[in-house]
């Protein structure tokens, strides 16, 4: 029996990507349901620029308020040394940098070159870690730029391994636009899981090609234990245009609780926190195991 | 390098279930697309009681007037003699039967119990054969019955060596209602394996729960290399309530040329047939693969 850790960026990486406001406490209504469903850990914003990303404003009062579960861990992603503060100043114990692989994206998401992403991350890492405070690495278009395309095998070990150097407890290996199909993940985790040990890698993936949980399967088999979903899929909506979700926790759930996998995470209570979220969001999750779900439950 | 027959369901399995009435002349236009892509095989219609199934009334008309591609194999459904008598007078030389692996199932869908219907099948094999027309077999409820529940894998087994025995050349093992994940199908397959040459196997998946591809990835595990698809994903909308989709010809597409495997078809080009069925169904196909790229062209 082996145990998968399914990392919850619903209120995060979901909610940042959804054109609606959301209301600060429908989101800790939702995470607080999230909470009670098992999640072993939870994003619950960014302490990022209000002004690049009104979505996550909130973010101080989102993680001072929400209920915290023992057992649960909580985290939020800080750009820089004063996200850092804010997320310190509200008591959480772990935060997430965001670092990509490809200069293009970078510079267009966080106004820097990936060398310069490092060296700012160097900094906070350290004073994170000086105050006991656990810190994750994402590794954005890992598998596919949307600018640059395909980005080099070599570069992700690398960048991976400069980050884990930092100190960072895990980096999250991201297919940021969902491009990522089994033959290429193959590729990516065999050149990674060579030189470092599985433990230390964590995969995040979209689910825009339909591939994600295909993709989880192809992980497993390297070890991979810990996976980042989104409840109901949030973050994306097949019928946008160009709209990117997330993989849903339900379908990753039903994926692994059927190979045996043990989670500690109730399925039912997640559809229900997604179902909360629906209506809030005003539109249907493109989750598939939540509309099979609630399409046969009288609603 | 190896290669996977992609066995193409959209023009029956597919419009079978889109509640629209599609004209035979679209039909034929679509098919002919689909035709144009490069696929192995399509199964173009189903010779079954128009009062039953409204959609598959004008199946002589389709089969007869879709134009043939060299190399490429047209089958049809047919439920009883009567229907193999239509699909020979329209020149098909492959046909399929369809049992199921539930006694409710079968009842509901065929009027027959399983037993009744392998002997009425066992004459239509016979009668085919003696005229050189191929049978394929399916056997639905494989993974699951929506009435029954559970569905014993030795049950499955001994069905689908029943087919073989009777004469089919190949059993399309099918996930009717959408629920098998990659746990199940490790079951199911290692216990036909154990018994049946792969060649003999084909799998149908439905991707209600969003694990068709992650069983695709298991299945290839035990050789199995021929697999049901439905250009667009046609046959169901995961908006609509209980709706189950096949497995999208695009995304099989993605994942296979992904890991290198070669299939003869045009990924374009069965976009470009989604496309021009698409306005004719009236709702957005739920293809992830199409619906990601469709999105990113000028329209």
């Known amino acids: 029996m082996s145990r998968v850790t399914v990392y919850e960026v619903g209120p995060r990486d979901g909610l940042q990507n959804e054109a609606a406001t959301i209301g600060t406490t ?10 009670d469903a098992g999640l072993p850990v939870i994003e ?9 990303v009104a979505q996550m404003a909130d973010a101080d009062e989102v993680c001072a308020r929400a209920t915290k579960r023992p057992g649960t861990r909580y985290s939020a992603l800080v750009p820089n040394l004063a996200g850092l503060d804010r997320a310190m100043a509200v008591g959480l114990k772990e935060v997430a940098v965001f670092a990509a692989a ?3 994206f970078s510079r267009r998401n966080i106004n820097q070159s990936v060398e310069e992403s490092m060296a700012n991350y160097a900094e906070v890492i350290k004073t994170a870690m000086a105050a006991d405070v656990r810190v994750r690495g994402y590794l954005s278009t890992s598998f596919g730029c949307p600018f640059e395309g395909d980005v080099p095998v070599d570069r992700v070990v690398r960048l991976t391994q400069t980050l884990l150097q930092m100190g960072v407890f895990e980096v999250a290996v991201s297919d940021t636009i969902g491009v990522a199909h089994p033959g290429q993940v193959k590729r990516v985790m065999a050149a990674l899981t060579a030189l470092i040990e599985p433990s230390f890698l964590a995969l995040h993936f979209h689910d825009t090609r339909g591939t994600a949980l295909a993709n989880v399967l192809t992980a497993l088999d390297f070890d ?3 996976f980042d979903a989104s409840a109901g899929g949030l973050g994306g909506c097949p019928y946008a245009p160009g709209a990117t979700g997330n993989l849903a926790t339900e379908d990753l759930l039903y994926l692994l609780h059927g190979l045996g996998y043990e989670t500690g995470v109730s399925l039912d209570k997640i559809i229900a926190a997604s179902e909360s979220i629906e209506p809030v969001v005003g539109h249907p999750l493109p989750s598939r195991l939540y509309r099979a779900t609630v399409a046969t439950l009288p609603r």
């Open 26 to 35: 429908e989101k800790i209504a939702f995470i607080n349901q999230l909470s």
């Open 44 to 52: 619950l914003s960014a302490f990022v620029n209000p002004k690049r």
């Open 102 to 104: 490809s200069d293009t």
């Open 224 to 226: 991979i234990r810990t």
